[in-house]
């Protein structure tokens, strides 16, 4: 091979990797994308499983006072 035919196979080498670090681009682009809408959902998801955290917190102590309650008139 002389030095004209490695210099041709090079450069099809090079404009090869060349198109798929674009398409590699691409795809990174298009996958930010969707992380990104993913974030926000995610980001919804946890305030509404700490609201109802909270909701259940709430539940158990009025479930508890109802229960303290029960007891004490059961009692008399």
């Known amino acids: 091979m002389n030095i004209d035919q490695r210099l041709e196979a090079l450069t099809t080498r090079h404009e090869a990797l ?7 681009s691409r795809d990174v682009e298009a996958l930010r994308g969707t992380v990104e809408k993913h974030d ?5 998801l946890t305030d509404t499983v700490g609201h109802l955290v909270g909701v259940v917190e709430n539940l158990a102590r009025i479930t508890e006072s109802r229960e303290r309650r029960l007891g004490n008139l059961e009692g008399q």
Request: proline fraction near 0%; aromatic fraction near 0%.
């Open 18 to 24: 060349t198109m798929n670090v674009e398409l590699i």
């Open 40 to 44: 926000g959902r995610i980001e919804k």
